[in-house]
């Protein structure tokens, strides 16, 4: 994926101007972008800003645009800014008109693909707009669903059947060590200085995430009117996989109506909880992280149902991967066998294998089969240390909700998967 939309910290908190966008940073990037020759956003912004719709919604287009003219990284930032300072006009429009689902999918979109300077009138726009609608929402809360939902974590814990599913050879070679609530010093001398993966137990049960994200009626009350952006199809080294950006519950209905391979939704390796803030105080960063006194790079949460999977690749952080629901597969062969994995040549994937594990070519790749690897099934509850580059294949086997936490050791650098 590289460093495409989404995440993105940001500076800035809502003094709001008119518009609700704080007047000094938005006359600086209105003059930035008259600088950039975006004259008719310029106009349309300023009219956005004394309360037209429709001047919001078409700087918003304009913006738009401008994000897609050309390669993500070459999208000249003050754009991704001013996108996000439509999306602010389009939200606080809709929502004085009463259309508070549209406000906040306006704002979503601004913090998905928005630049970082207005990320504080964003953040405290969804808050404001997202209270005023959680009394309704309760209301309107369906009855079936926590049920229903229910019977869909429980259902796939025919674990024989599920395991019918693994790529050949699993579980016989060498499963990965775990260990119960290890101490910080343990860690660093026995994994983190070593680069040995290892599974820990008894480290996140206190985590309000570990019954908060088994509640339907929960995720739906706080995220359910929320827009995210999803994975669709087998996996992301097919030719139909696609992104789509839904609601949350669009998205938590997909997870049980999954039946075949090609409609997978996945939400994969998303910043979810620099999105949605109550999500991110229903978990806590491990002491681990800390490790090697480097710098945490990115959170990402995984969630999507049984049978997603993500081909074996590899990324340049120390891994530190939750299960908080349900549990996967994974599968990890060191750095030092990159060359019999046979990575993709091109660069943008230049960290996946060209190996599909779940049906390996042994005519095109015959170093793969007699390599030694590690695996495991990852339990919920417990935590898996993935070194910098060690190849890694994922598969859920049942519906499942993970937290990735990437950090470094050394200087910072950029995050990528695909
Ligand atoms: O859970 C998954 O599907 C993949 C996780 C992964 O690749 C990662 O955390 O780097």
Redesign the pocket.
């Given at each position: 994926m590289g460093s495409e939309p989404g995440g993105g910290g940001g500076s800035g908190s809502g003094s709001s101007g008119s518009g609700g966008v704080g007047e000094e940073r938005r006359a600086a990037l209105l003059r930035r972008i008259t600088e950039e020759g975006g004259f008719a956003y310029v106009s349309s912004a300023e009219k956005a800003a004394c309360g037209d719709l429709r001047a919001a919604e078409a700087a918003r287009e304009m913006a738009w645009e401008q994000l897609h003219s050309g390669p993500w990284h070459a999208v000249v930032p003050a754009w991704r800014d001013a996108y996000a300072m439509a999306c602010l006009h389009v939200a606080e429009l809709r929502a004085g008109a009463g259309d508070r689902r549209e406000a906040l999918r306006a704002l979503d979109m601004g913090l998905i693909m928005g630049g970082p300077l207005l990320r504080g009138e964003l953040d405290a726009a969804v808050e404001r707009i997202a209270a005023e609608g959680s009394e309704k929402r309760r209301e309107e809360e369906e009855k079936g669903d926590a049920e229903r939902w229910r019977e869909e974590l429980a259902k796939n814990q025919n674990l024989e059947e599920v395991l019918q599913a693994l790529p050949k050879k699993s579980l016989s070679c060498k499963i990965i060590e775990k260990r119960s609530s290890m101490s910080l010093e343990t860690f660093i001398s026995d994994h983190f200085l070593r680069e040995s993966p290892v599974v820990i137990s008894g480290c996140i049960d206190h985590w309000p995430a570990r019954t908060k994200w088994k509640d339907i009626e929960y995720l739906k009350g706080i995220a359910g009117d929320r827009t995210v952006p999803v994975e669709v199809g087998k996996n992301y080294l097919c030719t139909e996989w696609k992104q789509e950006l839904i609601t949350f519950s669009q998205f938590l209905e997909r997870i049980w109506c999954t039946d075949c391979p090609a409609n997978l939704t996945?939400l994969?390796?998303h910043p979810l909880f620099d999105q949605i803030r109550e999500l991110r105080n229903d978990i806590m960063i491990p002491d681990f992280c800390f490790a090697g006194g480097g710098e945490l790079q990115s959170l990402?949460a995984?969630f999507?149902p049984l049978g997603?999977?993500?081909p074996l690749?590899h990324?340049p952080h120390h891994?530190l991967?939750a299960q908080v629901v349900g549990r996967?597969y994974?599968r990890l062969y060191p750095a030092s066998v990159s060359d019999d994995l046979y990575p993709h040549a091109e660069s943008m994937l230049h960290n996946t294998s060209q190996v599909d594990l779940d049906n390996i070519d042994s005519e095109e790749f015959p170093r793969v089969e007699n390599l030694d690897f590690m695996d495991c099934i990852l339990d919920e509850g417990e935590m898996l240390y993935?070194p910098p580059k060690w190849w890694?294949y994922?598969?859920?086997l049942s519906p499942?909700f993970?937290v990735?936490f990437?950090w470094s050791a050394m200087s910072p650098s950029s995050s990528e998967?695909t």
């Open positions: 996945y994969a390796q990402n995984w999507g997603t999977v993500t690749h990324d891994n991967f996967k994974i993935i890694h994922v598969r859920s499942s993970s990735s990437w998967r």
